[in-house]
Nanobody, 124 residues
């Protein structure tokens, strides 16, 4: 069983920054991929960013390219999402997830485990 715990959400003004963390436990993560998704009120959950746990390959949604950076710390079994130049439309609950296949996919259905989410609110 895999447990994922997100943290780092909060309220920030437009143009500000936040760093989300996702601490993973329960299995060995060397061959997996980790992703960040978000869900705004009344909208479907959408892909934000993903990275192969072993490093090297990352992908981003067009809406966050150049503003968000996904990274991981293997020693801490933690994945981060650095969010800069935040906009009100970034407001959502952010979830991390594990893809056991190891491919940093942008598709929700490919992810096997999910965290409980952390709220990010960007005020204008």
């Amino acid at each position: 069983q895999v447990q994922l715990v997100e943290s780092g959400g909060g309220l920030v003004q437009a143009g500000g920054s936040l760093r989300l963390s996702c601490a993973a436990s329960g299995r060995t993560f060397s061959s997996y991929a980790m992703g960040w998704f978000r869900q705004a009120p009344g909208k479907e959950r959408e892909f934000v960013a993903a990275i192969r746990w072993s490093g090297g390959i990352a992908r981003y949604a067009d809406s966050v390219k150049g503003r968000f950076t996904i990274s991981r710390d293997n020693a801490k079994n933690t994945v981060y999402l650095q969010m800069n130049s935040l906009k009100p439309e970034d407001t959502a609950v952010y979830y991390c997830a594990v893809d056991l296949s190891g491919t940093p996919s942008g598709h929700i259905y490919e992810y096997d485990y999910w965290g409980q989410g952390t709220q990010v609110t960007v005020s204008s």
